[in-house]
């Protein structure tokens, strides 16, 4: 079975341009999650979907961060623009259970940002 | 969320087991402890977890202080391929989210 699929793995780009990073989570799986590690910061939540709703955003940093699952299936987070705090790696993960503290969330490698 | 306090790094033998601490003195009645690790280049993996009795699975075992405020991972036989960054993190009982600290350095010497 595969397992959480990130793309791009690395993407490097300028101040002000956009970048959308893709996250293809577990089949099957209802929850997923993005995360984010900044430079030299611990890995912060970003936000949760459930199936194509979003469960939660608070960890959303601001209106600059786009977050999409249509469909329910692979999800998308667009950054327009990006900023050169926005550099650090992106990660997502997916979940079979929800709003249950003993469920296992299954990474991705990350997409690892680099805005210059 | 509760906070959890783990030591920056800790060093070990290839082939000797590991003990990981994890204080969380604030933990309330209803946190499940979890634990991931990442690896070098690699997302966060999920290690093993609990709520009060000591766990074991093929990775790890988890002890759980009779009054939940910390807890230790074991690792039985350290291999150069646990060298990671151990992450201790508590969850609500209808948590979603993960909460990760700083996490505890493992460096395993051959």
């Known amino acids: 079975e595969a397992g959480v699929t990130q793309f791009p793995s690395h993407s490097v780009i300028e101040k002000g341009q956009t970048v959308t990073l893709r996250c293809d989570p577990i089949?099957?799986?209802?929850?997923l999650y993005w995360y984010r590690r900044v430079m030299g910061k611990e890995i912060k939540f970003l936000l949760h979907f459930v199936k194509e709703s979003k469960q939660d955003e608070s960890g959303m940093p601001n209106n600059r961060f786009l977050a999409e699952r249509t469909g329910g299936t692979y999800s998308t987070l667009k950054v327009q623009p990006a900023e050169l705090e926005d550099s650090g790696v992106y990660f997502c993960?997916?979940?079979?259970?929800?709003?249950?503290?003993?469920?296992?969330?299954?990474f991705g490698a990350g997409t690892r940002l680099s805005v210059l | 969320d509760a906070k959890t306090t783990q030591p920056n790094s800790m060093e070990s033998n290839e082939e000797e087991p590991v003990h990981l601490p994890c204080n969380h003195s604030t933990i309330s009645g209803t946190d499940y402890i979890h634990w991931y690790r990442q690896l070098p280049s690699q997302g966060p993996e999920y290690v093993i977890h609990g709520l009060t009795s000591n766990v074991n699975n093929r990775m790890a075992s988890l002890a759980i202080a009779e009054d939940r405020k910390s807890s230790t991972l074991i690792l039985h036989r350290a291999t150069l391929r646990d060298a990671a960054v151990y992450y201790c993190?508590?969850?609500?009982?209808?948590?979603?989210?993960?909460?990760f600290g700083a996490g505890t350095i493992l460096r395993v010497k051959s």
């Open positions: 993960a997916s979940s079979q259970v929800r709003g249950l503290a003993t469920g296992i969330q299954y």
């Open positions: 089949s099957g799986h209802d929850n």
């Open positions: 993190i508590l969850r609500a009982e209808y948590g979603n989210k993960l909460v």
